[in-house]
């Protein structure tokens, strides 16, 4: 079956622009994560979301970002006013559920501010 | 707040030798282990996780890892390396109820042939 798409797969943009990121998680997959890899580091958690509760945004390093997600479907992460430092590639996965699963993971977008 | 440790920047190994990836954890209450593998210009794939039971939890593509509480580590190993091995592995870990991942910088395993 199909996994998880990211579009787009690389965005160059310029400092002060804002930009979108979509993912489309797995079909029927309640649980939706945003991660940040810069280069040479581990995964940075942003945001998740599971079902129709409140997500969790305590992993969002500044109020330029801001994340949605239309019921178990599409999510996208916004970055306004993007800076050289958000250059990373972003990573979104899904799980079937919250807790114990693991969690399956998109190609991920390479954002390059310039 | 959990966090994992990964302490060694770069593994090489001769190719049909053991490999083995250290992971340390911190984490409040029981930890829930994963290991993942990164090909370049892939995404992250799933190899292993603990949850509870056996410590040794055996994975995919003939990894393993062994769970030890009293070091707090989560080792990921291999009795016999492949060149196609050759990826960037990252242990995480969450406690239940927190969905968070922490995941630790990854590991460059090399397998020499």
């Known amino acids: 079956g199909a996994g998880v798409s990211q579009s787009p797969s690389n965005k160059v943009t310029e400092k002060g622009k804002d930009v979108e990121l979509r993912c489309d998680p797995i079909?029927?997959?309640?649980?939706l994560y945003w991660y940040r890899q810069r280069l040479g580091q581990g995964l940075e958690f942003l945001i998740y979301?599971?079902?129709?509760?409140?997500?969790?945004k305590s992993g969002l390093p500044s109020d330029r970002f801001s994340a949605e997600r239309t019921g178990e479907s599409v999510s996208t992460l916004t970055i306004q006013r993007t800076q050289q430092e958000d250059s990373a590639v972003y990573l979104c996965?899904?799980?079937?559920?919250?807790?114990?699963?693991?969690?399956?993971f998109g190609p991920g977008t390479r954002l390059t501010v310039l | 707040a959990q966090s994992v440790a990964q302490p060694e920047d770069q593994v090489n190994v001769a190719e049909g030798n053991p490999l083995t990836v250290k992971c340390t954890y911190s984490?409040?209450?029981?930890?829930?282990l994963f290991w993942y593998v990164q090909y370049p210009n892939r995404g992250l794939q799933f190899l292993l996780k603990?949850?509870?039971?056996?410590?040794l939890v055996k994975g995919s593509y003939g990894f393993e890892a062994e769970f030890n509480k009293s070091q707090t580590s989560f080792h990921l190993k291999k009795p016999s390396a492949l060149v196609s091995d050759s990826a960037l592995y990252f242990c995480?870990?969450?406690?239940?109820?927190?969905?968070?991942?922490?995941f630790g910088k990854g590991n460059q395993v090399v397998v020499i042939p």
């Open positions: 996965a899904s799980s079937p559920s919250i807790g114990l699963n693991e969690q399956f």
């Open positions: 079909s029927g997959h309640t649980a």
């Open positions: 979301f599971q079902g129709n509760s409140a997500p969790d």
């Open positions: 984490v409040s209450g029981n930890p829930y």
């Open positions: 603990y949850i509870t039971g056996d410590n």
């Open positions: 995480a870990v969450s406690n239940y109820g927190n969905n968070r991942l922490a």
